[in-house]
């Protein structure tokens, strides 16, 4: 491939001066060229560790099948997507970066895109050397919105970098605390109580940076859903230190809470699970585990035990991105059946929306490209992809739901960045919920609606509740991850579930009944 900057010309200059934070900066044009017959993708990764093996695999299978359909289609011509692993051994081996700049710099200019990205210390590190060769680049892993505030800060320079999945901490925060709010609930019908009946709950996170944020954001949203906080929130080893924890669930065990609320990314999340069975049995897990999302970690003999047995995650309720026979579009069965049949029936983590991230970049490609008969080459505008990326009009339906990044900032009457009133009513049906816009109101400007960051909400993409339950008997069942959230509560709940996203009293294709286990409900009861 090659990228060709050109010398710049007078209508890009004055677009350039009216970029936010680009009053200095004198925008490059920057063209695509692609060769040979292909269009190559780097994947970004510790390739043979959790997380970036997903995200190889998710790519694969996109680059499987789109090449199975003919490849990318510009003016009449086909050209294969080439998938290209690039070694960064951020999750485990070097979280600096340094080594994924290194990797990233010897084969940048052999690579139209790049896919993935992990581990936030280390992309922040790296992915310069894909901003420096003006390379778009999608990561499919890092949470933190400050990565994406770049694009706020100095467009000219990050507009490159877009966010494909998951979803930024502050959006995290706020769907724990929705999904607990559901199973609160539940909970609260079971037992008998009020709806207004206050529940207890304590936090218990990983002490990274990761953390921090969502679990601010927990902690100021949990009084809206009547849960009382009982302790400050406790921080652990994020490697999973048993006696330390150990400690912490004899303290969380001694204020009997009906919940708990985790906070972990690795190997803490697992201890967790070991032991929180013996310390605090009466209370649901109901938070971010991502050790819990896969099955790897229990082993198979215990996903075959009916309960009271089982695995250690029996019945916790975490965030997530897909569970089995949950379709949150019409694109989500396939995917699914297909990864875990490439990974001897792994779930996927968020990392493998790569897949998603792909088919987006060839809609982009399609739709912008031309191909030169007479050089025997296509090209694309750097700048025609980012638009179109950045044009809500283009959302594209994926695995996950309605895909789309929030646009370049305008300002606010603050002069402030924030997404304007025009912008945020492309994204949401505001009139659908007479709700009163005002773009200098903290909930519109950023974080967390920040440029080129994954849109929120119903209708766009929410993420799932998902949670593990025994389906079959004694001799032939088996433990499975299944979708419980969003769930719908009945037409009378619309105006409580209700917010400026739209209404969340909906459930996906496949969403199963959320399961209590009956000791929890007995032990509460007033």
């Known amino acids: 491939m090659k990228r060709i900057v050109l010398l710049i010309m007078l209508s890009l200059l004055v677009i350039g001066s009216l970029l936010p934070g680009c009053a200095n900066v004198t925008p490059r044009a920057v063209r695509y060229v692609f060769e040979d017959g292909k269009i190559s993708i780097g994947i970004v990764a510790e ?7 997903m995200q190889l695999t998710g790519a694969t299978l996109a680059q499987e099948a789109i090449n199975r359909n003919g490849g990318v289609h510009i003016g009449g011509v086909s050209y294969i997507m080439e998938v290209v692993p690039i070694e960064t051994g951020e999750e485990t081996k070097d979280p600096t970066g340094l080594t994924g700049v290194s990797a990233l710099t010897a084969a940048i200019d052999g690579v139209d895109f790049i896919l993935g990205g992990f581990r936030t210390e280390a992309v922040e590190v790296y992915r ?46 706020q769907s724990v605390v929705r999904i607990l709010g559901a199973v609160a609930m539940k909970l609260r019908e079971k037992m008998g109580v009020l709806p207004d009946y206050t529940l207890n709950a304590t936090i218990i996170a990983d002490n990274l940076p990761w953390a921090y944020k969502q679990v601010v954001v927990m902690t100021e949203l949990l009084k809206d859903i009547n849960v009382n906080l009982v302790h400050t929130p406790y921080w652990v080893d994020s490697t999973g230190n048993t006696a330390g924890m150990q400690n912490v669930l004899t303290s969380i065990g001694a204020f009997d809470p009906q919940f708990v609320i985790p906070v972990f990314s690795g190997n803490a999340g697992v201890l967790y699970d070991m032991l929180r069975s013996s310390y605090i049995p009466n209370a649901m897990s109901v938070g971010i585990n991502v050790m819990a999302q896969l099955k790897s970690p229990w082993g198979a003999g215990n996903l075959t035990t009916a309960p009271p047995g089982g695995p250690a995650c029996a019945y916790e309720v975490m965030l997530d991105t897909w569970a089995e026979g949950l379709n949150q579009t019409s694109k989500t069965e396939a995917f699914l059946a297909a990864f875990m049949n490439s990974t001897s029936e792994e779930y996927p ?27 025997g080459v296509a090209y694309a505008w750097a700048d025609d992809i980012i638009q179109w990326l950045e044009d809500p009009a283009n959302a594209q339906m994926t695995t996950t739901g309605n895909t789309t990044c929030y646009p370049r900032p305008g300002t606010t009457a603050a002069g402030k960045p924030a997404l304007t009133e025009a912008q945020v009513r492309t994204l949401y049906d505001l009139d659908s919920y007479n709700y009163t816009y005002a773009y200098d109101a903290k909930d519109w400007t950023m974080p967390a609606h920040t440029s080129h960051d994954l849109a929120y909400g119903p209708a766009l993409v ?6 593990w339950q025994w389906f079959g008997n004694e001799t032939t069942g088996v433990w499975k991850k299944v979708g419980v959230w969003p769930m719908d509560f009945g037409d009378q709940y619309d105006e409580a579930l209700t917010d400026q996203y739209g209404c969340w009293n909906f459930a996906y294709n496949g969403t199963v009944a959320l399961v209590i286990p009956q000791n929890i409900i007995d032990h509460h009861k007033p």
């Not at 390739?47 to 093996?53: F, I, Q």
């Not at 890092?142 to 998951?166: C, I, N």
């Not at 983590?349 to 050089?375: C, P, Q």
């Not at 929410?462 to 949670?467: K, L, N, R, V, W």
Request: aromatic share 12%.
């Open 47 to 53: 390739l043979n560790a959790t997380a970036g093996a």
């Open 462 to 467: 929410t993420g799932i509740g998902a949670q």
């Open 349 to 375: 983590l968020n990392t493998a929306a790569t897949y998603d991230a792909l088919f987006g970049l060839k809609a982009a490609i399609e739709a912008v490209a031309s191909y030169d008969a007479e050089e």
């Open 128 to 173: 310069e050397v894909a901003m420096d060769s003006e390379v778009i680049f999608i990561s499919c892993g890092v949470a933190a919105e400050t990565l994406q505030h770049s694009v706020v800060d100095d467009y000219a320079g990050y507009r490159f970098w877009f966010k494909g999945m998951p979803h930024n901490e502050y959006f995290m925060g």
